[in-house]
C-alpha cells in the first residue's frame, strides 16, 4: 500500500512538473508554425502621444466623443455608474483638480476639457494588473487584452485619471441601434476598457478616429521621438500642462490652455 | 471485505452510467447524421490546408488573437507563401460567412460548446 | 477525525441547516450575479471595489492574528495558549477561505481566475496576494489537523510540523502587509497612499481577529464540556487592549498628517468619513459609532474589574469587533474612491443581493468554523 502511494506521489509531481513544462514547449512550436509578415502601410512612433489645443476647441462640438464612440462600438448607458467611457468632457477644475484657482480665466473655467487615457510613460495600471491584461506597448500605447482581462478591476483603483470603465453588464444591447461599426469587437460582461489610442487604425495608417474627425485641429497625434513631428512642433512652441504630473505617471497627453 | 457484492454491483453500475455516452454512440453510430457544413461558394483553398485547419484552427485562432492583440502584427504568412490579414471577422468570415451553418453546427456534432468570440467579435453580415 | 462532526445535539443540526439555508440564497443571487454582471451589485465607475473587497480585507485581518495564539505558545511556551491555539488556526482557515470567496465573486469573468496562475505577474501585489493567502491556508490546516490528530493519540505532533509552525508566524504578517500593499502602492488615492498602512492593517487585525477568538472561546465553554481556561482568555484580553491602543494611534496619525499639513489631497477622504464632504456623508453616523464604539471598549479594556469580569470583557471584544468591521470592512476600502480622481463625489450602498452574497460567504466561514471547532472540541472533551 505505502509503495503504490509514493508512486502516486511520484506520478502527481510529474504530471504537476509537465503543465509547468508546457507552456515552453507550446512557444517552441509556435515559433515553428506561425509566420508573419510586417504590414507596411501601418503607422510606427517611438512614444505615441495627442496634443489637445483647448483654445481652439468649440463648446458645444462633441465630434472627437461621437467618433470615438461609433469607432469603438462604445454603449450608450446613460449617466449611470455603470457608464462606459473612453473619451468624455470635464471642466477645468475636475480635469486638473488641486491647479485650478477661483481667478481663472473666464474661457478656461467654462471650457470643456476632453479628457482620456494619458498612456502614461510609467503606468500605474499595467504595474498592477496580475495577468498582464493589460501592457506598455514599444510605441508607448498602453493596451488591453480583452480576452485575458478577469476583471479584479485593481487598475481602475490604480489609475489616478478615472480613465478606466468596467463592463458591469453585457454592454452589447446597449449599442445604438445601427452604429454597430463591425470591424471593432464589442465587449463582452465583467472585463475594463479604456482608450487605445485607436492602434486598430494605426495599424491600417490612419490617424486616430477622434484625430481625424475634429475639424477644428484642436488634437495633434504623432511621435515625441521624432523631433521634426508635428506635436514637437506644437509642444515646441507652446506652453502646455499635463494632468497630475506630480504623480510620476508621466502622461503622453498635453493640454495647450 | 464487507458487503462486497454491494459495492462491486455499485462499481459496475457507476463504470456503467459514466461510459454510457460511449455505448450510446457506438449502437447508433449510423442513425447521427454528419453536419452539412456551408463551404465557400467561390474559393477552394483556406488559409492552411483543410486538415490543419480542422484539427488546430483553435490553436490558429488563439495565435492570431495574441499576434494581433499583444504583438501588434495583423499579416499571416501562409505555409503555401500567401498573406492574409488576421481577422476573425475580415478574413475567416469572408468566406465562411455563416457562423451558425458553418462554425455552430460543426461545434454541435463534435459536443464542443460554441465558442464566445461572438460575444464580442460583430458577425460581417449582422451589421448590414 | 471529520467524523465527529456528524454527530451533534439537534440545536448542532438545526445551527448548521441555518447556514445552509444562507448559502443557499447566495448561491441564488450569485448566480443571477454571473448572468447579470455586477451590476447587481451598488458598485460602479467610481466606486469599483466596494462591500466584497472591503470583508476581504478585513478578514484578512482576522485570518493573520492567529498568530497571535501562535507566538506565545510556540516561541515563549506559554502553556495557557496551548488549549487555543488550534481554535486560532481554525479560525485563521475558515477566515481566509472567506477571503478567497470574497475574491472570486468580486472577479468579473471569473471562469477566467486561472490566468492568475497562467500568467504569473511578480509586479502585482494580487498576485502574491493569492499566493500568500493560499499557502497561509494550506499552513494552518496542516499544522492545526496534525497537532490535533497527535492530542488524540497522545503523542507529540511530529517533528516536521515545528518548522512549519515557525514559518507560518511570518506569513501570517506577510498576507496583512500584502493586502495592505494592495491599496497603499497606487498613486492618486490620497487615504491609502501612506506607508502606515500595514501596521495599521496589523493593528486592527491583532484587536478584532483576538475579540472573536475570546467570544469563541467564551461560546465554546457555554456549549461544550471543554473550557479554553480563564488564564488563556484573560492574556487574548491583553492582547486586544494593547492592539486596540495600537489601532486608535494609528488612525490618529492619520488625522494628524492631514489635518496638520492641510494638503486637500489627504483630507478629503477623511473628511469625507468623519464629518461629510460637499453634502455627502453617508458614512458618518457608521464612522462615528465606530469610534464611539472603540472608545467605549477600550474604557472596559484598559480598567482592569471590567477585563476581569468575562461578562463585560464579552462586551469589550464585542464592540472591538464591530468598530474595527466598521472602519476597515466598510470605511476604509470605500472611502479611498471618495472622491473620484476628478474630485466628484459618488456615494456607495451595497444592494440587496451583494449582501445576500456577502452574507452567504459569512454562512461558508462559519460552517467551516462549526465544522472544525465541532471535531476539535470533541477531541478536547475525549481527551480530558
Not at chain 2, 447524421?33 to 488546430?56: F, G, H, N, W
Not at chain 3, 439555508?21 to 441564488?28: L, M, P, S, Y
Not at chain 3, 471569473?110 to 491556508?137: C, E, G, K, Q
Not at chain 3, 490535533?148 to 506569513?171: C, D, F, H, N
Request: glycine share 6%; with cysteine.
Amino acid at each position: 500500500m505505502m509503495k503504490s502511494r509514493r508512486s502516486f506521489l511520484k506520478i502527481s509531481g510529474a504530471c504537476l512538473l509537465g503543465l509547468g513544462v508546457k507552456p515552453v514547449l507550446n512557444a517552441f512550436a509556435q515559433a515553428e508554425r506561425m509566420e508573419i509578415a510586417p504590414n507596411p502601410n501601418a503607422l510606427r512612433a517611438g512614444r505615441w502621444a495627442l496634443v489637445v489645443d483647448i483654445t481652439k476647441c468649440r463648446d458645444d462640438c462633441t465630434d472627437c466623443i461621437n467618433a470615438c464612440n461609433r469607432a469603438h462600438n462604445i454603449p450608450d448607458l446613460g449617466r449611470t455608474k455603470e457608464e462606459v467611457k473612453w473619451i468624455w468632457n470635464e471642466s477645468y477644475e475636475h480635469a486638473f483638480p488641486g491647479v485650478e484657482h477661483e481667478f481663472v480665466e473666464e474661457r478656461v473655467k467654462h471650457q470643456p476639457f476632453m479628457v482620456l487615457c494619458n498612456h502614461c510613460d510609467n503606468p500605474p495600471c499595467v504595474r498592477v494588473c496580475p495577468v498582464q491584461a493589460t501592457w506598455k506597448r514599444e510605441d508607448g500605447i498602453v493596451m488591453m487584452d480583452f480576452h485575458r482581462c478577469i476583471g479584479c478591476r485593481c487598475c481602475m483603483a490604480a489609475c489616478p485619471y478615472g480613465s478606466r470603465s468596467f463592463n458591469w453588464t453585457d454592454p452589447r444591447p446597449y449599442i445604438p441601434e445601427g452604429r454597430m461599426n463591425p470591424d471593432f469587437p464589442t465587449r463582452t460582461k465583467g472585463v475594463v476598457e479604456k482608450c487605445n489610442f485607436c492602434v486598430e487604425r494605426l495599424a491600417k495608417g490612419l490617424q486616430p478616429a477622434c484625430v481625424e474627425s475634429c475639424s477644428s485641429g484642436v488634437l495633434t497625434f504623432g511621435d515625441l521621438d521624432d523631433p521634426n513631428s508635428e506635436v514637437r512642433k506644437v509642444l515646441g512652441e507652446r506652453y502646455s500642462i499635463q494632468r497630475k504630473p506630480e504623480l510620476g505617471t508621466r502622461p503622453r497627453v498635453y493640454y495647450i490652455l | 471485505m464487507y458487503d462486497g457484492g454491494k459495492i462491486i454491483a455499485g462499481l459496475v453500475i457507476f463504470l456503467g452510467v459514466v461510459t454510457f455516452p460511449f455505448w450510446y454512440t457506438q449502437a447508433n453510430e449510423e442513425a447521427i447524421e454528419k453536419p452539412q457544413l456551408l463551404l465557400p461558394a467561390d474559393e477552394t483553398e483556406c488559409v492552411e490546408p483543410t486538415a490543419y485547419m480542422r484539427a488546430s484552427h483553435m490553436q490558429m485562432l488563439n495565435e492570431w488573437r495574441d499576434f494581433v492583440v499583444r504583438e501588434g502584427q495583423a499579416t499571416y504568412l501562409s505555409s503555401t507563401g500567401k498573406m492574409y490579414e488576421m481577422s476573425l471577422t475580415r478574413t475567416c468570415m469572408k468566406c465562411h460567412t455563416s457562423r451558425q451553418e458553418f462554425c455552430n453546427k460543426c461545434h454541435a456534432y463534435s459536443g464542443v460548446s460554441t465558442p464566445y468570440c461572438w460575444d464580442c467579435h460583430v458577425e460581417p453580415k449582422e451589421s448590414a | 477525525m471529520l467524523e465527529k462532526a456528524f454527530y451533534g445535539s439537534r440545536s448542532y443540526y438545526a445551527w448548521i441547516l441555518f447556514l445552509l439555508i444562507v448559502i443557499g440564497a447566495g448561491a441564488g443571487c450569485y448566480a443571477y450575479q454571473l448572468v447579470d454582471g455586477l451590476r447587481i451589485t451598488g458598485m460602479g465607475r467610481d466606486i469599483s471595489w466596494g462591500l466584497y473587497i472591503a470583508q476581504l480585507t478585513f478578514l484578512v485581518g482576522v485570518a493573520a492574528s492567529a498568530v497571535m495564539v501562535v507566538i506565545p505558545y510556540y516561541l515563549h511556551n506559554y502553556k495557557a495558549f496551548g488549549k487555543i491555539t488550534v481554535l486560532g488556526e481554525f479560525l485563521a482557515v475558515s477566515a481566509v477561505t472567506m477571503c478567497g470567496l470574497f475574491v472570486i465573486v468580486d472577479l468579473g469573468t471569473p471562469a477566467r481566475a486561472f490566468n492568475l496562475i497562467l500568467y504569473p505577474t511578480p509586479n502585482s501585489i494580487l498576485f502574491w496576494d493569492m499566493i500568500v493567502l493560499n499557502m497561509y491556508l494550506v499552513l494552518n490546516i496542516v499544522i492545526a489537523w496534525n497537532v490535533l490528530s497527535a492530542e488524540r493519540k497522545s503523542t507529540p505532533p511530529p517533528g516536521w510540523v515545528k518548522p512549519l509552525i515557525y514559518l507560518s508566524i511570518p506569513w501570517a504578517v506577510s498576507i496583512h502587509t500584502v493586502t495592505a500593499f494592495l491599496y497603499a502602492g497606487l498613486p492618486g488615492r490620497h487615504l491609502w497612499l501612506t506607508a502606515i498602512l500595514a501596521v495599521r492593517f496589523l493593528g486592527s487585525a491583532f484587536a478584532a481577529g483576538p475579540s472573536l477568538l475570546i467570544l469563541l472561546c467564551l461560546l465554546v465553554r457555554k456549549v461544550s464540556k471543554f473550557d479554553p481556561g480563564r488564564e488563556a482568555i484573560q492574556s487574548l484580553a491583553k492582547i486586544v487592549t494593547y492592539a486596540l491602543i495600537a489601532s486608535i494611534f494609528f488612525v490618529g496619525l492619520e488625522f494628524f498628517t492631514a489635518y496638520y499639513s492641510q494638503v486637500p489631497g489627504h483630507i478629503h477622504s477623511l473628511e469625507y468619513l468623519y464629518f461629510g464632504l460637499e453634502g455627502h456623508a453617508k458614512l458618518v453616523p457608521w464612522m462615528r459609532i465606530s469610534a464611539l464604539l472603540a472608545i467605549v471598549a477600550l474604557v472596559f479594556l484598559v480598567n482592569p474589574a471590567t477585563r476581569r469580569n468575562e461578562k463585560t470583557l464579552a462586551v469589550a471584544a464585542a464592540l472591538t469587533f464591530i468598530s474595527l468591521w466598521i472602519e476597515k470592512g466598510l470605511g476604509l476600502v470605500l472611502a479611498g474612491f471618495i472622491p473620484n480622481p476628478f474630485e466628484h463625489i459618488t456615494e456607495y450602498s451595497p444592494t440587496a443581493p451583494e449582501l445576500m452574497i456577502t452574507f452567504a460567504i459569512y454562512a461558508i466561514g462559519l460552517l467551516i468554523l462549526t465544522v472544525l471547532y465541532k471535531v476539535a472540541i470533541s477531541v478536547k472533551e475525549e481527551a480530558a
